[in-house]
């Protein structure tokens, strides 16, 4: 054949020309042919001619493709001869169709790539029966073609950048073109061609970041989320996939690109179960394959609370008084710890304040005002959060603490259950005080003296043992109690007298002495009781008391018999309880006549006026009772009386009436009842407004001191009580009290000590209430040895005298007490006493008889109870009419200057310069 000229081989025509010989050795010559086309190799065509003629060749049918065709041929000649067998030629293999389906995959087909050479998958079916493909071509653009290249399935190298093949070196969408060729020579047609497009992208991701929650530093779990993100530069085949690493080691597997992604920070590829720092590392791949990083981040993984926590407030107080306190903090973070601690606190559990960093002290937490807190007082519990910086939250832990801001109150102290006085300096305390609820309870108590000075706080306990400290005189003691929460009450206090010692007697008279009577008249150094034991002989058997308490005693002795010598001894007790206090035995004689001789009295005056009051002063010649009547007129229609047998009198008026003109007069009886003699008619005008000043002191005189004694003289402008303060320092501690209201003021200081400096003060409160003034602090050094010598009594003469009156004056040369005795003969009877110390005495005689001659002699007694006298006997008369021009008679002028004499002598008025010649006698200047 010579379209199909070797067999076997694939031919793409479907028409077969056959050619021959004709046989060489025939006689009759051929006439036609049995021809016969099949698909075995061995068939014998029939004996019948199809094909006539004496022809050399053939073209048949139309064979349908395959590779089994054979051609038969059998001749016949004229003769009718059949070859016996046929000649094959075959086989004839037929493909008239070429490739089909073609395909064609780039790479692995995901339509990227990262490298200019990739590998072709093609794929060109060749319908079958089909010659097979044999031939394949490629191209970048669909024009230039590389040369024919045997038929393969895979195709390694091909460059999409191939310029030969019109490809272009950039990165992008790259199509390769293909197109097949089977062994028979059948090529696809160009419509039948294919192509695959591949985005060549040669450039990794950049920009690539990572953050662990949102960019923590910290964190609590081990599965966080990661933010990542990266860039594909243009051209871009896209971001795809993603992995991640814990240690940059070991991978995860790629997974889907995304923003976000969960992780594990612990489980995770590379990860350790342990706290710490963690680095998150994260790899980028885009569609083409280009792969980018790591890049990564850090975090600090903690997972254990913080722990060991404590809490104190007001370093582990119980108790406290304010709302604000310090709060002491311990929390410890478990290594490695995250650190970055903070701390939150309440009141109540369930409302939280802010978290605050962590310190160790945190001071002004209200237990009020602060979360969760209320405006009461009781047991405060307050609750303490903790969290690190990886949000691990520790506690809670609490604490309490008693509020109590209401201090105790309604504090009660009692001395010796309420007593006035202590007659020892250790004394038993009732404490007693209200600690409102909610309570914290009373804790402590502490005492003062003053209210300045405090005792150290020690333990409450409602019973105590004090122990009184210093001389004896008034102790107030100061009294507060603190609760548990340190609020501090205010003060009780109690005050009591100490008085230890019995009281001191001075000056013991016999005075006013009569047939059947006499006052006996003594001093104590505080008030006390009296009472005189009396009698014929020192056993005394009878005796009369009195149970007011004063300082100033005059007892009445009555039913004696006349011209008779009695013994007697005067006692007091004060109110303490201190004592008897005993006298030593003294005597006195009862006069033989009656004593028929009112009182005389003297130096009447208004010493003090207010408003309302008005304090009238007298004296009388000797011991007599007091009585005041007044009233709007000379017909008084008031009064007022002191039973007391006193030498120097004082009365307070009352429930007057502002501006107002009062008159009155003062009458005194004696003992004996003698009286009552009465004064002339005086007046005064009360003050317009009440009395609001206070008394001016002036003139403080140490009128005369001895070992054990020692007498304090002062003036004021209006009458006042008389208070000394006196001890070894200018705490003073001791105290000597006169409240009879007067202008000239005297105290004896009993109960000293022998060459000891003693300070002393003055006080003074007027009738109103004003005061008390003090003066400033003065000294005195007692006598080293007792003073055993009287006074000298000198210059013994008769001043003013009138038919009715004389004053009697002397000096002594120490400061010392007054006594004249008095009558018509030399057995005298009447007695006239000036209690007060001064070197010059001054005695007014009044109801004197005309006429009459008078007998007279003077004592004297010092501080020590040295007395002098009596002086001779001396005698004057009493004018019966007025003297004749040229005698000697006082004149007004002369009055004046006796009375003001008096005036001195009755205040001890004098200024001590110093101590000359014998003890306790100074030379008054």
Known sequence: SDTHPVPGTWYNQGRVRMLWDLPPFDISGIKGYSIMWDTSPTTVPREHINVTGNVSEFLGPRLRDGSGWYFHIRACDNSGNWNDSATTFGPVCIDTKAPSGLSLRIGDGSGYANDALVALSPDAPDPQPGSGTGWMAFSNDGTFWTDWLPYDSALSGWNLTDYRFGGEDTDGPKTVYFKARDVAGNEVTAENRTAATVFLDRRAPDGLGIAINDGSEWTNKADVTLLVRASDPEPASGLWRLGLSNDGVSWSGWTDWAGTAAWS???????????????????????????????????????????????????????????????????????????????????????????????????????????????????????????????????????????????????????????????????????????????????????????????????????????????????????????????????????????????????VVASGITPRSAVIMWQTDEEADGAVDYGPTGAYGMSAANGTFVTSHSILLTGLLPATTYHFRVTSKDAAGNGPARSSDITFTTTSKDDFVPPMISDVKVLG???????????????????????????????????????????????????????????????????????????FTTLARPDTTPPVISDVTIVAFSDRQAVISWLTDEAADTVVEYGTDQGYGKRAVDRALVLSHQLILSGLAPSTTYHFRVHATDAAGNGPVTSPDFAFTTLA?????????????????????????????????????????????????????????????????????????????????????????????????????????????DLVMAAALLALAAAGAALISRSRGRAGRGRTD
């Open 265 to 507: 920070l612990a489980e995770g590829a590379g990860g350790a179960d342990s706290d710490g720092l963690k680095t998150v590392h994260l790899r980028v791949m885009d569609r083409a394959g280009n792969i980018a990083g790591p890049a990564s981040a850090t975090i600090f993984l903690d997972q254990r609370p913080p722990g060991q926590l404590g809490l104190l407030i007001n370093d582990g107080a119980g108790f406290t008084n304010v709302s604000e306190v310090s709060l002491a903090v311990h929390v410890v973070d478990p290594e490695p710890g995250s650190a970055g601690l903070e701390m939150a606190f309440s009141n109540d559990g369930s409302e939280y304040g802010p978290w605050e960093p962590m310190a160790e002290l945190r001071g002004n937490w209200s237990l009020v005002t602060g979360a969760g807190g209320k405006d009461s007082d009781g047991n405060k519990t307050v609750r303490m959060m903790t969290r690190d910086a990886a949000g691990n939250l520790g506690g809670p832990v609490n604490a309490s603490i008693f509020l109590d801001r209401v201090r105790p109150e309604r504090l009660a102290i009692a001395i010796n259950g309420g007593a006035r006085y202590a007659t020892r300096p250790d004394v038993d305390l009732s404490l007693a005080a209200e600690d409102a609820e909610p309570s914290s309870g009373l804790r402590a108590m502490q005492f003062s003296r003053d209210g300045t000075v405090w005792t150290e706080w020690e333990q409450f306990s409602p019973c105590r043992t004090y122990h009184l400290d210093g001389p004896d005189g008034p102790r107030t003691l100061h009294f507060k109690v603190k609760d548990r929460a340190g609020n501090i009450g205010g003060e009780g206090t109690a005050t009591i007298i100490l008085d230890t010692t019995a009281p001191f007697l001075t000056g």
């Open 609 to 683: 006026l207010s408003d309302r009051t008005a304090v009238i002063g007298w004296r009388t010649s000797e011991p007599a009772d007091g009585l005041v009547e007044w009233g709007p007129t000379e017909a008084y229609g008031m009064s007022g009386r002191d039973s007391r047998l006193v030498l120097v009198h004082s009365l307070t008026l009352g429930g007057l009436s502002p501006s107002t003109a009062y008159h009155f007069r003062v009458a005194s009886s004696d003992s004996s009842g003698n009286g009552p003699s009465f004064s002339p008619d005086f007046t």
């Open 785 to 893: 040895l007792p003073d055993t010598t009287p006074p000298v009594i000198s210059g013994v003469k008769v001043l003013d005298l009138t038919g009715t009156s004389a004053l009697v004056c002397w000096d002594t040369d120490e400061a010392s007490t007054g006594l004249l005795e008095l009558g018509t003969d030399a057995s005298y009877g009447i007695s006239v006493e000036d209690g007060a110390f001064t070197t010059r005495h001054a005695l007014l005689l009044q109801n004197l008889t005309p006429g009459r001659t008078y007998h007279f002699r003077v004592y004297s007694t010092d501080l020590s109870g040295n007395r002098a006298g009596p002086t001779g006997d001396a005698t004057f008369t009493a004018p019966s009419e007025p003297p004749a021009p040229g005698v000697a008679r006082l004149g007004p002028l």
